[in-house]
């Protein structure tokens, strides 16, 4: 079954390859949907017991002892759902799509599929190869459907994920070594953790690790491709961007990072404490002055991932309480889900105002709310689930992530906890200023082309808001999920 969630859009973008144009996109939509829907059954039919389900183990590279290994639990069971839902809605948000319309929804397939396999891999070659293929095809994206300066974008986006992504083998290869017997089986790395006794290759790996993975985050100093990506990307690249691939780089670290090397990882959460926090405050500071709609919806999404790292950092003091740093790992997957929703969200919403435009200077808008009162509502939420209103899932993420921060019990985590705080104030701020001036007061020069949302423009973000908002109203139908495993986390962390 779950390889089948896996592989159905690959098989569906075989599919949209021959199928005449007209229906290229009806082929694409009920692929998706019917992932969605494959998606929903396999969590219904999981529960909210812990574990691993579904697990296929298939010889792969037997040389080596690599294998075919996937399964799905807690953590990986919210992110293939969050996949489905966006590819989805993406899918919808493009059936108006006329340029290369066959190559887009076949690209568009293709990636569903690799980001499926990510967060569905149990096998670090395999997590290592769908990681890389998602560069392949986010590349192609930016480059052939972008705008402005979108072949430089494309290049610096391929060139630092690429670099990021060969530190991260060198990890991979490192646990390999330091396994006995060698595997990349996440599983057996998991059961019998490798470099126990070799504190600096341990240090060593977590660090090849931690760059790899922070690169795809992204984290603080790793993040400069990220803003001209989501920039020159078109609205359903970006969605897709910040609402799935830079989440690739927070699973592996719950994944493979803090399971895998728990002791290093113990040694080094100091680091991943201030890396966070300085991810939450730059992000903030930095969005608060952008002009451009876009680059501020980029580095909102610094902010947030920086809060994702943060908990994880605390969640990594042994001596901590160990409630609070499980609440601490429970905050950083639901702020996973809620930011992939949200932010998708958002950059949906960009693109209306491009199409409308062919503009995101925020300075050239005002007074749409007259003009395109859906379009402003839809906004209006998106802004508010963002900044953490109570009643939308970025509240259940933020109040998990601080309460479990500032109470793990250690100081260094308390101060960081009580300092990511003003995060949250900026970004309230800097979202109340956008609705301000995109939203109310005089006409901008552009604001007559504003028309509002069309329906399938509705379609694509009226859902994403709508699980936020279930996420925020009813949080026991993904925290019982994820419960379980943020305790397993802590219990192998605290080995």
């Given at each position: 079954m779950?390889?089948?969630?896996i592989f159905?859009?690959?098989?569906?973008?075989?599919?949209a390859a021959?199928?005449?144009?007209?229906a290229?996109?009806?082929?694409w939509?009920?692929?998706?949907?019917?992932?969605?829907?494959?998606?929903?059954?396999?969590?219904?039919a999981?529960?909210?017991?812990?574990?691993?389900?579904?697990?296929t183990d298939?010889?792969?590279?037997p040389?080596v002892?690599?294998g075919?290994h996937?399964?799905?639990d807690?953590l990986?069971?919210?992110?293939?759902?969050?996949?489905?839902?966006l590819?989805a809605?993406?899918?919808?948000?493009?059936?108006?799509?006329?340029?290369?319309?066959?190559?887009?929804a076949v690209?568009?397939?293709?990636?569903e599929?690799?980001?499926?396999?990510v967060?569905?891999a149990?096998?670090?070659?395999?997590f290592?190869v769908?990681f890389?293929?998602?560069?392949?095809?986010?590349?192609?994206?930016?480059?052939l459907?972008?705008?402005?300066?979108?072949a430089?974008?494309?290049l610096?986006?391929?060139?630092?994920?690429?670099?990021?992504?060969l530190?991260l083998?060198?990890?991979?290869?490192?646990?390999?070594?330091?396994?006995?017997?060698?595997?990349?089986?996440?599983?057996?790395?998991?059961?019998?953790?490798?470099?126990?006794?070799s504190?600096?290759?341990a240090?060593?790996?977590?660090?090849?690790?931690?760059i790899?993975?922070g690169?795809?985050?992204?984290?603080?100093?790793?993040h400069?491709w990220?803003?001209?990506?989501?920039?020159?990307?078109?609205?359903?690249?970006s969605?897709?961007?910040a609402?799935?691939?830079?989440?690739?780089g927070?699973?592996?670290?719950?994944r493979?990072a803090?399971?895998?090397l728990?002791d290093?990882?113990?040694?080094f959460?100091?680091?991943?404490?201030?890396?966070?926090?300085a991810?939450v405050?730059y992000?903030?500071?930095?969005?608060?002055?952008q002009e451009?709609?876009?680059?501020l919806?980029?580095?909102?999404?610094?902010n947030?991932?920086g809060?994702?790292?943060?908990?994880?950092g605390?969640?990594?003091?042994?001596?901590g309480?160990a409630?609070?740093?499980?609440?601490?790992?429970?905050?950083?997957?639901?702020?996973m889900?809620?930011?992939?929703?949200?932010?998708?969200a958002?950059?949906?919403?960009?693109?209306?105002?491009?199409?409308?435009?062919?503009?995101y200077?925020?300075?050239?808008f005002?007074?749409?709310?007259?003009?395109?009162?859906?379009?402003?509502?839809l906004?209006?939420?998106?802004?508010?689930?963002?900044l953490?209103l109570?009643?939308?899932?970025?509240?259940?993420?933020?109040?998990?992530i601080?309460a479990?921060?500032?109470?793990s019990g250690?100081?260094?985590?308390?101060?960081a906890g009580?300092?990511a705080?003003?995060?949250i104030?900026?970004?309230a701020?800097?979202?109340?200023?956008?609705?301000?001036?995109?939203?109310?007061?005089?006409?901008?020069?552009l604001t007559?082309?504003?028309?509002?949302v069309?329906?399938d423009e509705?379609?694509?973000?009226?859902?994403l808001?709508?699980?936020?908002?279930?996420?925020?109203?009813?949080?026991?139908?993904?925290?019982?999920?994820?419960?379980?495993?943020s305790?397993?986390v802590?219990?192998?962390?605290?080995?």
């Open positions: 779950l390889s089948l969630l159905l859009p690959l098989a569906a973008a075989l599919g021959v199928v005449p144009r007209r290229v996109t009806r082929v939509a009920g692929a998706c949907l019917a992932d969605l829907a494959l998606v929903i059954a396999l969590w219904v999981h529960g909210t017991r812990p574990g691993v389900s579904y697990e298939v010889r792969w590279i040389s002892h690599a075919y996937v399964g799905a807690g990986s069971l919210p992110l293939l759902t969050l996949t489905a839902v590819f809605a993406c899918a919808v948000y493009s059936l108006r799509q006329e340029h290369r319309v066959r190559e887009y690209l568009f397939l293709f990636l599929t690799v980001c499926l396999g967060f569905a149990l096998d670090l070659l395999l290592f769908f890389d293929l998602s560069i392949v095809g986010m590349y192609f994206v930016i480059l459907w972008g705008h402005g300066g979108r430089r974008s494309a610096t986006f391929f060139l630092y994920t690429f670099l990021g992504s530190v083998l060198l990890g991979f290869i490192g646990l390999y070594l330091g396994a006995d017997p060698h595997t990349f089986d996440i599983v057996e790395l998991t059961r019998t953790p490798p470099l126990a006794g504190a600096g290759l240090g060593l790996t977590l660090l090849a690790i931690g790899g993975l690169v795809k985050t992204p984290v603080v100093p790793f400069t990220l803003p001209p990506a989501h920039t020159d990307a078109p609205a359903a690249g969605a897709i961007l609402g799935v691939m830079l989440k690739m927070t699973y592996g670290l719950v493979i803090m399971p895998v728990p290093a990882w113990r040694r959460a100091w680091v991943f404490l201030a890396v966070g926090l991810g405050l992000g903030a500071l930095v969005a608060l002055a451009n709609a876009k680059r919806v980029a580095y909102t999404s610094v947030h991932m809060y994702v790292v943060l908990a994880l605390a969640a990594g003091y042994a001596s309480d409630d609070a740093r499980r609440l601490a790992v429970t905050g950083a997957v639901t702020q889900v809620s930011h992939g929703l949200v932010t998708g958002l950059f949906l919403l960009c693109g209306v105002l491009y199409d409308r435009a062919g503009e200077g925020l300075g050239r005002g007074g749409v709310a007259g003009t395109a009162p859906v379009f402003s509502a906004l209006a939420v998106a802004a508010f689930a963002s953490g109570p009643g939308l899932s970025g509240f259940i993420a933020d109040f998990q601080f479990g921060t500032i109470g250690t100081t260094a985590a308390a101060v009580a300092l705080v003003l995060g104030l900026l970004t701020g800097l979202f109340l200023r956008v609705l301000h001036r995109v939203l109310t007061g005089a006409p901008g020069e007559a082309r504003v028309t509002d069309r329906r509705a379609g694509a973000v009226v859902p808001l709508a699980v936020s908002v279930l996420v925020g109203v009813v949080p026991r139908v993904l925290l019982d999920t994820v419960e379980p495993l305790a397993a802590i219990a192998l962390v605290g080995r």
